[in-house]
């Protein structure tokens, strides 16, 4: 397992135990049922189902066929970038990051990455 995808499943378990977290979910995915933010590495694409009930996110392997954004980029970019460690803008303007779709769901995942990491 890579280090991204272990930062996946600490963030989809964290949302799971925490109720504050939980709520930060429901804002935002607002009116709608979910979101579905695909990512592709060099790992292989694998996409994450934001919803607001239970279970709050998961992750799957594989392409979902019309996700809201797409995050194209290495691991080690990501990660770096969920981490707070990488500019986003930084990366989108040097080439490093793809983004395809709504790049605002990036701010409330940043939001919500930031309340999990906090809330350790």
Not at 1 to 25: A, N, P, W
Not at 53 to 75: A, C, K, L
Request: hydrophobic share 40%; proline share 7%; charged share 20%.
């Amino acid at each position: 397992m890579s280090q991204l995808q272990e930062f996946f499943q600490f963030l989809v378990s964290k949302v799971k135990e925490k109720e504050d977290l939980q709520k930060l979910v429901v804002e935002w995915v607002g009116p709608f049922d979910g979101k579905i933010l695909q990512v592709t590495t060099e790992d292989g694409p694998q996409y994450m189902i934001v919803q607001k009930e239970p279970p709050w996110m998961t992750v799957h392997q594989g392409t979902y066929p019309s996700p809201d954004v797409i995050y194209r980029s290495t691991s080690e970019v990501l990660l770096g970038i969920f981490t707070g460690e990488v500019p986003f803008k930084d990366t989108m303007a040097d080439g490093r990051l793809d983004v395809i779709g709504n790049a605002n769901e990036s701010d409330p995942l940043a939001n919500l990455i930031l309340a999990a990491m906090m809330g350790m």
